[in-house]
Nanobody
Framework: QVQLVESGGGLVQAGGSLRLSCAAS????????MGWFRQAPGKEREFVAG????????DYAESVKGRFTISRDNAKTTVYLQMNMLKPEDTAVYYC????????????????????WGQGTQVTVAS
């Protein structure tokens, strides 16, 4: 299993930027599809962005397309989420997650496909 620790959250004004990092420990990081999810107060956790282990294809929720960018550095066993043009509705706890299956065939970002989760980092966007 992969252990994950997020960092980089904080308070930012609307229109600003933040970069979240997720440091992974454990073996074979490059073999896991990675994802970012978020949970706003009173709402269910939702998918934000994902990056496929095989060819680093990226996928995004419609609400963040064009504003957020997910990337990974396998040498540093770290995945990033660059968030630009932030909006108050982006306020949430952001979680990094690793797929429960190494070298999964095909991209899937269903929450129950992810077996390792970080502790979360708070992002607050002030209007």
């Amino acid at each position: 299993q992969v252990q994950l620790v997020e960092s980089g959250g904080g308070l930012v004004q609307a229109g600003g930027s933040l970069r979240l990092s997720c440091a992974a420990s454990g073996r074979a990081f490059s073999s896991y599809t990675m994802g970012w999810f978020r949970q706003a107060p009173g709402k269910e956790r939702e998918f934000v962005a994902g990056i496929f282990w095989s060819d680093e294809t990226t996928d995004y929720a419609e609400s963040v397309k064009g504003r957020f960018t997910i990337s990974r550095d396998n040498a540093k066993t770290t995945v990033y989420l660059q968030m630009n043009m932030l909006k108050p509705e982006d306020t949430a706890v952001y979680y990094c997650a690793a797929d429960s299956i190494r070298n999964r065939w095909g991209r899937s970002y269903a929450e129950n496909d992810f077996g390792s989760w970080g502790q979360g980092t708070q992002v607050t966007v002030a209007s």
